[in-house]
């Protein structure tokens, strides 16, 4: 079998104001009728929502987010105004993910598809308010935080970032290091990654991120017999198996590690102040 590529047109599917779409123009069969569709769809569009390498099953194209994590992302902190300029193309990705069938990926693809979703709705969300949001938390209101605001176009549906995180991410993959993937666009959140998440690199990805995290000494760190942490640590302690001294044992590095491990029995755990204000430059 060969390499193939399953193009999708974006560009064919007709959007209602609820996130509903129409069937995909056809590209094959038999009579003239078959022509129009498929030179607007050669012409038109020639990016892949999905592509499927003979080895694998299908993968999500995630080139217009690199390109932007690229040019807008640097050591965490988020160039919005870049973003705002480019807001254009981020709309673009955004629609490639809502063209997405999940269910058509393997785990890791899946598991890689969410993460990306979350964080670049979460930045289209910022763009909505931005020059003049100071915090991702200005954007709630007293019956509704940002999180609960559905916004990202799924799936055939239209949900919440608290959907993606607390209803997908959490419960279906169960692993402690989504907390240091998705971003919430906040200073004291773990940084964003300036690339995509892929399906096929994804754990040594989730791990460096985590990593970076946990031997960042401005989020967590050792004081004497005090361990002092992010208090995602708290708001997540069940994700973690209530064990916060052991997973930090496992991805601590250097003289840090080597104290954790020799004073673990009298260490006690505190939990840092969060800052909400913008992650921006």
């Given at each position: 079998?060969?390499?193939?590529?399953?193009?999708?047109?974006?560009?064919?599917?007709?959007?209602?104001?609820?996130?509903?779409?129409?069937?995909?123009?056809?590209?094959?069969?038999?009579?003239?009728?078959?022509?129009?569709?498929?030179?607007?769809?050669?012409?038109?569009?020639?990016?892949?929502?999905?592509?499927?390498?003979?080895?694998?099953?299908?993968?999500?194209?995630?080139?217009?987010y690199?390109?932007?994590?690229?040019?807008?992302?640097?050591?965490?902190?988020?160039?919005?105004?870049g973003?705002?300029n480019?807001?254009?193309?981020?709309?673009?990705?955004?629609?490639?993910l809502?063209?997405?069938?999940?269910?058509?990926?393997?785990?890791?693809?899946?598991?890689?598809?969410?993460?990306?979703?979350?964080?670049?709705?979460?930045i289209?969300?910022?763009?909505?308010?931005?020059?003049?949001?100071?915090?991702i938390?200005?954007?709630?209101?007293?019956?509704?935080?940002?999180?609960?605001?559905?916004?990202?176009?799924?799936?055939?549906?239209?949900?919440?970032?608290?959907?993606?995180?607390?209803?997908?991410?959490?419960?279906?993959f169960?692993?402690?290091?989504?907390?240091f993937?998705?971003?919430?666009?906040?200073?004291?959140c773990?940084?964003?990654?300036?690339?995509?998440?892929?399906?096929?690199?994804?754990?040594?990805?989730?791990?460096?991120?985590?990593?970076?995290?946990?031997?960042?000494?401005?989020?967590?760190?050792?004081?004497?017999?005090?361990l002092?942490?992010?208090?995602?640590?708290?708001?997540?302690?069940e994700?973690?198996?209530?064990?916060?001294?052991?997973?930090?044992?496992?991805?601590?590095?250097?003289?840090?590690?080597?104290?954790?491990?020799?004073?673990?029995p009298?260490?006690?755990?505190?939990?840092?102040?969060?800052?909400?204000?913008?992650?921006?430059?």
């Amino acid at each position: 079998m060969d390499n193939r590529r399953v193009l999708i047109n974006l560009h064919s599917r007709k959007y209602n104001r609820f996130g509903g779409r129409s069937n995909l123009c056809r590209t094959g069969g038999r009579g003239r009728g078959w022509a129009m569709p498929l030179m607007c769809f050669c012409l038109w569009w020639t990016s892949s929502v999905l592509a499927t390498p003979a080895w694998s099953g299908p993968v999500v194209d995630h080139h217009l987010y690199a390109e932007l994590l690229k040019e807008h992302v640097q050591d965490g902190f988020v160039d919005y105004q870049g973003f705002k300029n480019d807001e254009a193309k981020l709309d673009l990705y955004l629609k490639v993910l809502a063209a997405v069938d999940p269910k058509r990926l393997s785990y890791n693809e899946q598991f890689a598809f969410y993460i990306n979703a979350y964080n670049a709705w979460t930045i289209k969300l910022i763009l909505g308010a931005y020059p003049g949001v100071k915090s991702i938390k200005d954007l709630g209101s007293f019956f509704k935080s940002p999180w609960e605001k559905k916004i990202a176009r799924l799936d055939g549906k239209v949900m919440s970032l608290d959907n993606i995180e607390h209803r997908i991410l959490r419960p279906r993959f169960k692993d402690p290091r989504i907390h240091f993937a998705v971003n919430c666009a906040s200073k004291s959140c773990p940084p964003l990654m300036g690339e995509p998440y892929r399906g096929d690199v994804l754990d040594q990805q989730l791990t460096k991120m985590t990593g970076a995290f946990i031997n960042d000494p401005g989020v967590n760190r050792l004081e004497g017999n005090t361990l002092n942490v992010s208090r995602i640590f708290k708001w997540y302690a069940e994700d973690f198996n209530d064990d916060i001294m052991g997973f930090f044992v496992k991805h601590t590095k250097g003289e840090t590690l080597e104290m954790l491990k020799k004073n673990q029995p009298e260490i006690e755990v505190d939990y840092l102040d969060y800052d909400w204000s913008l992650n921006g430059k």
